[in-house]
T-cell receptor, first 112, second 114 residues
Framework: DGGITQSPKYLFRKEGQNVTLSCEQNLNHDAMYWYRQDPGQGLRLIYY???????QKGDIAEGYSVSREKKESFPLTVTSAQKNPTAFYLC???????????FGPGTRLTVL | GQQLNQSPQSMFIQEGEDVSMNCTSSSIFNTWLWYKQEPGEGPVLLIALYKAGELTSNGRLTAQFGITRKDSFLNISASIPSDVGIYFC??????????????FGKGTKLSVKP
């Protein structure tokens, strides 16, 4: 059953702690993306990776880090440097950069 | 950065009504996509448009890629309660590098009339 999985669905962390959000896809897609969504807002791009072992900053990369060591995995770390980390985080993938993107179910992060 | 203007911001539907929403930009886009998002879930791709003037249907949904390549609209005919959700337009400026990244509108929230 092909798709994109994100875990966990809900995540709570104390202020000042780093937290890593998981994103896995078994669609054999080359490109993967991380977005942040705030209430009433569109999606804003955090980081993207067009191919394994390569990634680029998006529009709001400050306070976040990623890695792309495997084609199927693109974890996002929300660091303590991110000033307002509470948000809904969405991972997406596409067969190649510039093709339609397909989204995972999202992780809602709440920092207390 | 680039922005898409999506309107209306919200609307209320009564079952059976037709619904229309649109997105405009000051930039020329290579591709237009329409997604639907339900509460607490990821967006689901509804329709993808690749050529200026293209009109594409998916069931009761019809979307068009504007002739100027700066706009797109989505129509939903004979709405039903399960149409409620947030509809997002997204555009791509090109295919290579950052040009292939999606730029999203802020969404149109569809709710059912009380």
């Amino acid at each position: 059953d092909g798709g994109i999985t994100q875990s966990p669905k809900y995540l709570f962390r104390k202020e000042g702690q780093n937290v890593t959000l998981s994103c896995e896809q078994n669609l054999n897609h080359d490109a993967m993306y991380w977005y942040r969504q705030d209430p009433g807002q569109g999606l804003r791009l955090i980081y993207y990776s067009q191919i394994v072992n390569d990634f680029q900053k998006g529009d709001i990369a400050e306070g976040y880090s990623v890695s792309r060591e495997k084609k199927e995995s693109f974890p996002l770390t929300v660091t303590s440097a991110q000033k307002n980390p509470t948000a809904f985080y969405l991972c997406a993938s596409s067969i190649a950069a510039g093709n339609e993107q397909f989204f995972g179910p999202g992780t809602r992060l709440t920092v207390l | 950065g680039q922005q898409l203007n999506q309107s209306p911001q919200s609307m209320f539907i009564q079952e059976g009504e037709d619904v229309s929403m649109n997105c405009t930009s000051s930039s020329i886009f290579n591709t237009w996509l329409w997604y639907k998002q339900e509460p607490g879930e990821g967006p689901v791709l509804l329709i993808a448009l690749y050529k200026a003037g293209e009109l594409t249907s998916n069931g009761r949904l019809t979307a068009q890629f504007g002739i100027t390549r700066k706009d797109s609209f989505l129509n939903i005919s004979a709405s039903i309660p399960s149409d409620v959700g947030i509809y997002f337009c997204a555009g791509q400026l090109g295919h290579g590098g950052s040009q292939g990244n999606l730029i999203f509108g802020k969404g149109t929230k569809l709710s059912v009339k009380p």
